[in-house]
């Protein structure tokens, strides 16, 4: 069964061919599904997780972005001529407001097509080697949402190593499995790393603990106790269990702190751009009024 999975790897990833591989070794492929059933369940709570955080910010951004364009490309150039009418001395930021519209309006087959080609050229450059590097570091570096990415890296690898494990596949194959599922690729070169390290007859958690920003104090010594305690995957499955309540508690923390972000942003943006629109008519009624 495990051969015949393996010839569909778009289908079935490696710790799919593997865990079966190790139950149909060890009679026990009973078991193995439904820890694989588990395993499956517990990664898409976790997904779930992460696209209801990533979701309100990304359709609110856009959202403003939309707004944006339209007073830009729509409501400013109606005012531009009611400006040129009334001969006032147009303040900077209204100026500005206007070069930019003026802008965007004569010269769209750059920008429009610009923004298109950026996001391929992203695509693109993020699947190269130094590109994924880069990208990945960011993840992890980013103010708001990096340390909710660790901490989801941190419980999908504690969670596949421990499930590996208990189902009896070898250690150091459970390391390469583990390396090529985190998501991350300066994670993975650490589990590389702590692979190397096992294969060399050393510890484990040694290669993992000098990468504390990668990997804390608590993940470290709680995979060394597993280690010379024999109890290994259960402590992994704990460690799994922390962080998941962790990125729990982070993405309400983030929705409850995303909301007020997001409408200040939109506050700032769209009524700078009215206030920018309405100076000149206050100046001008100042003038009247002298």
């Known amino acids: 069964m495990s051969t015949a999975l393996a010839d569909h790897p778009r289908v079935f990833e490696d710790i799919y061919v593997n865990m079966i591989r190790a139950g149909e070794v060890s009679g026990q492929i009973d078991e193995i599904l439904i820890r694989l059933a588990e395993y499956q369940e517990a990664t898409a709570k976790l997904r779930s997780q992460i696209i209801s955080a990533m979701t309100y910010p990304v359709i609110s951004l856009l959202l403003i972005g939309g707004i944006i ?13 009611i400006f040129i009418s009334m001969g006032v001395e147009l303040p900077w930021i209204t100026q500005t407001l206007l070069d930019l519209s003026d802008w965007l309006q004569e010269n769209y087959y750059i920008w429009i097509p610009g923004i298109f080609v950026s996001i391929f050229a992203f695509r693109a450059y993020s699947k190269t080697t130094m590109g994924r590097r880069h990208v990945d570091w960011i993840k992890l570096n980013l103010p708001i949402f990096g340390e909710l990415f660790k901490k989801v890296a941190l419980s999908r690898f504690a969670r596949t190593f421990a499930t590996l494990i ?3 596949v070898p250690i150091l194959g459970a390391l390469e499995i583990v390396a090529s599922t985190s998501g991350n690729v300066h994670i993975e070169e650490v589990v590389m790393a702590a692979s190397e390290s096992v294969r060399q007859g050393e510890t484990l958690a040694s290669p993992l603990a000098e990468k504390p920003k990668l990997f804390p104090p608590m ?3 709680m995979v060394a106790i597993g280690e010379k305690s024999g109890a290994l995957e259960t402590l992994l499955m704990k460690i799994s269990e922390f962080y998941d309540q962790q990125v729990e508690a982070t993405v309400e923390q983030l929705t409850s702190l995303i909301e007020p972000i997001m409408i200040c942003i939109m506050g700032v943006l769209v009524g700078g751009m009215v206030l920018a629109i309405f100076l000149p008519i206050f100046e001008l009624q100042k003038q009247l009024q002298q």
Do not use: Q
């Open 69 to 81: 364009l339209f007073l830009l490309l729509v409501i400013i150039p109606k005012f531009k001529e």
């Open 166 to 168: 208990s189902s009896g």
């Open 219 to 221: 993940v470290t010594r």
